[in-house]
């Protein structure tokens, strides 16, 4: 009888023992950092749970990783969460800050924000603030100018198609967006009516070669007749 209780003693021993040096993990301090908020921590990678409300972040060093639970993520970094944890989850290459995964707050250098997308260059109706880095939408645009003249290679006049072109600009904008503000233009095709000076139409040039004169035909030579 008492091998049997011996052993159960030793089964008991050890099951106290490891709760009590889970309890010590999740208390205790990692290389990643404290275990605050913790769950379930290592010494070795950190938190690998959090409370709840929290968020684990994950960093990483090399091939290691050490979690730490935070209530707001860093920069550069979103918190989505989970049903079994809550987690911060890297932004787009191009953004410094960002509210999702597709939603930017603040770009990288080299890029503007609008409307959550950093983008390299601001769209057509838009102007880039360097301060900001943002894209707004300050270049109101007029209305169309009229149509230009009817030209053909550089030409007003002719019997060919041509091109016209009208042009909408900026109606208001700063210095700084002036320069940034692009200009819309629009062409369509144009028939040229107007004949260049000393042209011929082409009923003139019809009637020319109607009238050309006929090269004459050489007569028949006939042999002389006998007199009689």
């Keep these: 009888m008492r091998a049997p209780l011996c052993l159960l003693l030793l089964v008991a021993h050890a099951v106290d023992m490891l709760a009590l040096n ?3 993990k999740q208390v205790g301090t990692g290389l990643g950092g404290n275990c605050t908020g913790c ?3 290592s010494e070795e990678n950190g938190c690998s749970t959090c409370q709840q409300r929290l968020f684990l972040f994950i960093r990483r060093d090399g091939i290691r990783q050490y979690g730490k639970c935070v209530h707001d993520c860093p920069p550069g970094f979103f918190g989505i969460r989970g049903q079994e944890v809550n ?3 890297k932004c787009g290459a191009t953004c410094e800050s960002c509210f999702s995964q597709d939603f930017c707050i603040r770009c990288k250098r080299r890029f503007y924000l609008y ?3 950093c983008l390299a260059t601001c769209p057509l109706g838009t102007a880039a603030h360097l301060s900001t880095r943002e894209c707004q939408e300050e270049c109101e645009l007029g209305p169309w100018g009229s149509w230009s003249p009817c ?4 030409k007003t006049c002719g019997s060919a198609w041509g091109l016209e072109t009208r042009v909408r600009e900026a109606s208001r904008a700063g210095q700084e967006e002036a320069a940034h503000c692009q200009v819309l233009s629009e062409s ?3 028939p040229i009516q107007q004949h ?3 042209e ?3 009923s003139q040039k019809k009637g020319r070669k109607d009238r050309r004169p006929r090269k004459d035909k050489k007569a028949a030579v006939r042999p002389p007749q006998p007199q009689a």
């Design 115 to 117: 409307k959550g997308k």
């Design 188 to 190: 369509r095709k144009c």
């Design 200 to 202: 011929k139409t082409p």
């Design 196 to 198: 260049c000076p000393g």
């Design 39 to 41: 769950v379930i921590c």
């Design 87 to 89: 987690r911060c989850k």
């Design 22 to 24: 889970r309890r010590k």
């Design 151 to 154: 030209t053909h290679n550089g």
